[in-house]
């Protein structure tokens, strides 16, 4: 495509103006004179044959004319800069925007994610946290790590590890938790996954009680409000190993119950980029020596 001459000083000085409604503080954000800034308002106008601004005795009003060229300007010249400060010691950075779940994000990634920036200083990790619902396309996503079967329309999806269920609770029920009976006398923290519950009752060989108790949409929550002493969670220890360790949590028994894997996930239609592809392997060695470590 050949472009036009684009004059690149009178859309600036336009941008800069319109922005303010002032020549004069439009001049001094670009180190001109106002008069540099209204002369060359005055050729950009000339050259599209518009009024760009009304002037008035005091400021400036932006024209109908010049409120339509305003956002592709601010638009593009957003774009240069945010690609400008990318560039920094001689390399520039490639951006990648992960989504996760929360309960994935704070659990396991961001204790291991500062091992992924020492080995790739220049990409640069852009997170963001859902409770598993999310659009990949919409969201300008690279990549989600999600949970589930895998089983998602029009994504490419690579198994990472499962993180079987149990029950967490603080050391004052845990005390009084001696059998898996026991735990059905305790107001039971759930997710929208109605099905947890009965099915660790019938890990443990208990038949389910009638499930009463708050439901929320992540297992930080959940397990915020376990460690507020508001009942027993169905959470995966291997996401509040820290909580644990500490002591703020216990896992009175050692009854698990799958319900499915954490995958990392991208659209079929994405073209996989360098950036993608390091962290793609990286993920995929860390989710290795995560299950080597858990048996």
């Given at each position: 495509?050949v472009?036009?001459?684009l004059?690149?000083?009178?859309?600036?000085?336009?941008?800069?103006?319109?922005?303010?409604?002032?020549?004069?503080?439009?001049?001094?954000?670009?180190?001109v004179?106002?008069a540099?800034?209204?002369?060359?308002?005055?050729?950009?106008?000339?050259?599209?044959?518009?009024?760009?601004?009304?002037?008035?005795p005091?400021?400036?009003?932006?024209?109908?004319?010049g409120?339509?060229?305003?956002?592709?300007?601010?638009?593009?010249?957003?774009?240069?800069?945010?690609?400008?400060?990318?560039?920094?010691?001689?390399?520039?950075?490639?951006?990648?925007?992960?989504?996760?779940v929360?309960?994935?994000?704070?659990?396991?990634?961001?204790?291991?994610?500062?091992?992924?920036r020492?080995?790739?200083?220049?990409?640069?990790?852009?997170?963001?946290?859902?409770?598993?619902?999310?659009?990949?396309?919409?969201?300008?996503?690279?990549?989600?790590?999600?949970?589930?079967?895998?089983?998602?329309?029009?994504?490419?999806a690579?198994?990472l590890?499962?993180?079987?269920?149990?029950?967490?609770?603080?050391?004052?029920?845990?005390?009084?938790?001696?059998?898996?009976?026991?735990?059905?006398?305790?107001?039971?923290?759930r997710?929208?996954?109605?099905?947890?519950w009965?099915?660790w009752?019938?890990?443990?060989g208990?038949?389910?009680?009638?499930?009463?108790?708050?439901?929320f949409?992540s297992?930080?929550?959940?397990?915020?409000?376990?460690?507020?002493?508001?009942?027993?969670a169905?959470?995966?220890?291997?996401?509040?190993?820290r909580?644990?360790?500490?002591?703020?949590?216990?896992?009175?028994?050692?009854?698990?119950?799958?319900?499915?894997?954490?995958?990392?996930?991208?659209?079929?239609?994405?073209?996989?980029?360098?950036?993608?592809?390091?962290?793609?392997?990286?993920?995929?060695a860390?989710?290795?020596?995560t299950?080597?470590?858990n048996?």
């Open positions: 495509m472009r036009p001459h004059p690149l000083n009178a859309l600036r000085a336009f941008e800069a103006a319109a922005r303010h409604l002032s020549f004069t503080r439009a001049a001094i954000e670009l180190r004179t106002q540099a800034v209204s002369h060359q308002v005055k050729l950009l106008e000339q050259r599209l044959g518009v009024t760009l601004f009304r002037r008035l005091r400021g400036l009003m932006i024209t109908e004319e409120l339509a060229l305003l956002p592709s300007l601010q638009e593009s010249f957003d774009r240069m800069a945010d690609m400008l400060e990318r560039f920094h010691g001689g390399h520039v950075q490639e951006v990648l925007a992960i989504g996760a929360g309960t994935f994000a704070v659990g396991w990634l961001l204790p291991r994610l500062g091992d992924f020492r080995q790739y200083p220049y990409i640069d990790v852009r997170l963001s946290t859902n409770n598993n619902r999310v659009d990949i396309a919409a969201e300008g996503l690279d990549y989600t790590i999600r949970f589930g079967n895998g089983a998602w329309h029009d994504i490419e690579e198994a590890f499962e993180a079987p269920l149990s029950v967490l609770c603080i050391p004052q029920i845990a005390r009084q938790l001696e059998k898996p009976e026991d735990v059905a006398r305790q107001n039971l923290l997710s929208y996954r109605h099905d947890e009965p099915d009752f019938e890990a443990a208990v038949n389910p009680p009638q499930i009463r108790g708050p439901v949409d297992s930080i929550i959940m397990v915020e409000a376990a460690l507020q002493g508001a009942g027993v169905l959470a995966p220890p291997l996401m509040f190993s909580h644990l360790a500490g002591g703020a949590i216990e896992q009175p028994f050692p009854i698990h119950v799958s319900k499915g894997c954490y995958w990392l996930t991208r659209l079929k239609s994405r073209s996989v980029t360098p950036a993608m592809q390091a962290f793609g392997a990286w993920m995929m860390m989710a290795h020596e299950k080597e470590a048996g």
